[in-house]
């Protein structure tokens, strides 16, 4: 399991100080680029030459509201993975580890020049597989 924090701050929230239902999304990828930059890859994962990591499939599901202030932990687990895809769930915890928000993610890697279904880097599938539950 991979843990990344993040402060919630006010531009996060709607008017009521709660955070705003699609900044979870944001928060959680940027954990997931935490995660990625944890692998310490040869070559550039979000901007390279010869494939890209679309997300196929994303859901969240809200248990507790999460307020302007607060800190959350962001907890990353690798639930599946295949040759060329990938899922992640992430758990959001407040201080006193209460789930707050739970999101999944499926992605897949293509060839960014035909968008074809190709095999994920081994360094990848390495550094995933020490986060697999």
């Known amino acids: ?3 990344s924090e993040k402060k919630i701050s006010f531009y996060d929230c709607d008017p ?3 955070l705003f239902f699609a ?3 944001e928060i959680c990828h940027s954990a997931y680029e935490d995660l990625i930059r944890e692998f310490n890859l040869k070559e550039d ?4 030459e010869n494939y890209i990591v679309p997300i196929l499939n994303s859901e969240a599901h809200y248990h507790k509201p999460i307020k302007y ?4 932990t962001v907890e990353i687990r690798v639930t ?7 899922e992640l769930e992430y758990s ?3 201080k ?10 499926v992605h897949v890697f293509v060839e960014k020049a035909t968008w074809k279904k190709q095999k994920m880097k081994t360094e990848i599938y390495e550094g995933l597989l020490k986060h697999y539950v």
């Not at 006193?96 to 993610?105: F, I, P, S």
Request: aromatic content about 14%.
């Open 1 to 3: 399991m991979f843990k």
């Open 16 to 18: 009521a100080g709660v």
């Open 23 to 25: 900044r979870v999304f």
């Open 45 to 48: 994962y979000w901007n390279n």
């Open 69 to 72: 202030g607060e800190v959350i």
């Open 80 to 86: 599946t993975i295949k040759s060329s895809s990938f």
């Open 92 to 94: 959001c915890r407040n």
């Open 96 to 105: 006193a580890d209460e789930e707050c928000a739970v999101v999944k993610t």
